[in-house]
């Protein structure tokens, strides 16, 4: 299972940033997938999942702003983070629930 993230960046509070995740060696759409977050110096905390069904759910810190989404037909899950906050700032990963696999990460620096 390969799991390889990108989008990450650098934006400013209330700007807004993509990060796709794009995963190989599994089959897909019949798998749960998820987004985590480490900031520094804290532990690692999940922030949304979706299922294979499509169902998903979130923190309560990122609720309302943030959106997790998937397209099997590119074997990719998505994180659309909106309203950026500095304490979003964070290394984020994606994670596969079958597998226990990890992504290697991708950065997210919000700041002025």
């Known amino acids: 299972v390969q799991l390889v993230e990108s989008g990450g960046g650098l934006v400013q509070p209330g700007g807004s940033l993509r990060l796709s995740c794009a995963a190989s060696g599994i089959l897909f759409e019949i798998n749960a997938m998820d987004w985590y977050r480490q900031a520094p110096g804290k532990q690692r905390e999940l922030v949304a999942v979706?299922?294979?069904?499509?169902?998903?759910n979130y923190a309560d810190s990122v609720k309302g702003r943030f959106t997790i989404s998937r397209d099997n037909a590119k074997n990719t899950v998505y994180l659309q983070m909106n309203r950026l906050k500095p304490e979003d700032t964070a290394v984020y990963y994606c994670?596969?629930?079958?597998?226990?696999?990890w992504g290697q990460g991708t950065q997210v620096i919000v700041s002025s």
């Open positions: 994670h596969e629930l079958r597998s226990g696999s």
């Open positions: 979706i299922t294979s069904r499509g169902t998903t």
